[in-house]
């Protein structure tokens, strides 16, 4: 299976929004889970939400369930993270990861059932 790739990152201000794109080419055959996770520096990788591509089922982490979200486009293989009103703290790599431990969890929290992790991309925003 192919890495996605994530595109959609910038530097804004405070209150912007950003959309981020995850195109992975090999996936929407059965019930796959795709999520978004951030990385700040000196942090580790934490979940911001995650999708069943097969039905659009969703979840999201406390922080991004008022502000983000996730959808997918199936022709286009591709995963969405619409984000709004950002904040400093949402600064950091953004990244795209598609489940793939046996009897993998498909929430933000389990971080651990995710891999053919994508190179990431910058999400910065300015106070």
């Known amino acids: 299976q192919d890495h996605p790739v994530e595109s959609g990152g910038d530097s804004v201000q405070a209150g912007g929004s950003l959309r981020l794109s995850c195109v992975a080419s090999?996936?929407?055959?059965?019930?796959?889970?795709v999520g978004w996770f951030r990385q700040a520096a000196g942090k580790n990788r934490e979940g911001v939400a995650t999708?069943?591509?097969?039905?659009?089922?969703?979840y999201y982490s406390d922080f991004a369930k008022d502000r983000f979200t996730i959808s997918r486009d199936n022709r286009k293989s591709t995963v969405y993270l619409e984000m709004t009103d950002l904040k400093p703290e949402d600064t950091g790599i953004y990244y795209c990861?598609?489940?793939?431990?046996?009897?993998?969890?498909?929430?933000?929290?389990?971080?651990?059932?995710?891999?053919?992790w994508g190179p990431g991309t910058q999400v910065t925003v300015t106070s």
């Open positions: 090999e996936y929407g055959f059965g019930p796959d889970c």
């Open positions: 999708i069943f591509v097969s039905d659009g089922e969703s």
């Open positions: 990861g598609i489940a793939v431990v046996e009897g993998y969890v498909c929430t933000p929290s389990a971080v651990g059932d995710f891999g053919y």
